[in-house]
């Protein structure tokens, strides 16, 4: 069974930081790429990041460029989101996916991901 697992989600204080992990069991000569995505009661899943399981791709949504970085351990076959600069507004639900090689499309469209996380929450207090 395919499972994502989230973690280091919690409460910070604004200007603060905290670092996601998200480790995968998906097999890994199938992933083309993960992303981590967040949502907040009442609205859409919203992009933040994604990471190519091969060469250096990244990318951000505008919102978090700046402040957010994505990477990946591929022996560990685990993605990493490193949040600086902590704002209330980045508070929500953050969720891991992984986009199979078998699959076209985006890279910031949550219908492009084949396998999602539970979610981990975090909270900015101002």
């Known amino acids: 069974q395919v499972q994502l697992v989230e973690s280091g989600g919690g409460l910070v204080q604004a200007g603060g930081s905290l670092r996601l992990s998200c480790a995968t069991s998906v097999r890994t000569f199938t992933i083309d790429r993960m992303g981590w995505f967040r949502q907040v009661p009442g609205k859409e899943r919203d992009f933040v990041a994604a990471?190519?399981?091969?060469?250096?791709?990244?990318y951000y949504g505008d919102p978090v460029k700046g402040r957010f970085t994505i990477s990946r351990d591929n022996a560990k076959n685990t993605v990493y989101l490193q949040m600086n600069s902590l704002q209330p507004e980045d508070t929500a639900v953050y969720y891991c996916?992984?986009?199979?090689?078998?699959?076209?499309?985006?890279?910031?469209?949550?219908?492009?991901?084949?396998?999602w996380g539970q979610g981990t929450q975090v909270t900015v207090s101002s």
């Open positions: 996916a992984v986009r199979s090689i078998y699959r076209g499309g985006s890279y910031y469209r949550p219908n492009d991901y084949d396998y």
């Open positions: 990471i190519s399981w091969s060469g250096d791709s990244t």
